[in-house]
């Protein structure tokens, strides 16, 4: 079974559009987080929500805005797409506020 | 600012062979944690060490902790070729909610 998972893996859009990226994880975490991995392969925290609600917004550009249907879901939309978005986006979780994360499969977005 | 910076960048070794990698971090922690990421994959959860732990083992990994020195070290023993992987360490910054990875190491286990 799938911890956590993330729907598309693949993304390859042009700039302006929007788009969607989608988180499940079924281990029964509280916290789950948005993470963006650039080409360099630097990871860098974008979002943690704890219970659907927002906890860190790692100065991120409003052109993301994250939501939390519930504590399994945590999706990611993207406005306006730009060439400096194209990355890999990991979806994470974890039973509490410290401690280990897992990572779901990652989705790579290719903005052209 | 960054807190977690591995060294070396890249290292190459024989299987068999030990790796050693290095991170140093700049603030207060509350933990540190090492993870692996195999090409195209998500991260794995490989060990946590606690600031009050100076060394723990799982299985052929040893990682050392030193808060005076704000520095870490990940040991992987008797090395196979599927460790072949980027290894990150990651810290929590004394803060909640909230981790930061280092640039990673890229371990090439050539057989």
């Known amino acids: 079974d799938t911890a956590v998972s993330q729907t598309p893996k693949y993304l390859v859009t042009q700039m302006g559009n929007d788009k969607s990226i989608k988180c499940e994880q079924n281990l029964g975490h509280d916290t789950m987080y948005w993470y963006k991995q650039d080409s360099k392969k630097f990871l860098k925290i974008m979002f943690s929500?704890?219970?659907?609600?927002?906890?860190i917004n790692e100065t991120v550009p409003n052109r993301f805005s994250p939501k939390s249907p519930d504590k399994a879901h945590l999706n990611l939309h993207i406005n306006s797409l730009e060439l400096g978005d194209s990355a890999v986006y990991f979806c994470?979780?974890?039973?509490?506020?410290?401690?280990?994360?897992?990572f779901g499969p990652g989705t790579r977005l290719t903005v052209t | 600012s960054q807190q977690g910076e591995e060294d070396p960048q890249a290292l190459s070794i024989q299987e068999g062979e030990n790796a050693t990698m290095n991170c140093s971090y700049k603030?207060?922690?509350?933990?540190l944690q090492w993870y692996r990421q195999n090409s195209g994959r998500g991260l794995v959860h490989l060990i946590l060490?606690?600031?009050?732990?100076r060394e723990k083992h799982s299985g052929r990994l040893r990682v050392t902790l030193d808060t005076s020195k704000k520095s870490s070290s990940l040991l992987i023993t008797a090395s196979r070729a599927a460790d072949t992987a980027s290894y990150f360490c990651a810290t929590d910054g004394g803060s909640n909610y909230k981790l930061t990875f280092g640039k990673g190491t890229l371990l090439t286990v050539n057989p």
């Open positions: 060490i606690r600031s009050n732990e």
């Open positions: 994470a979780s974890s039973p509490g506020q410290v401690g280990e994360q897992y």
């Open positions: 603030t207060s922690i509350n933990n």
């Open positions: 929500y704890n219970n659907k609600e927002l906890i």
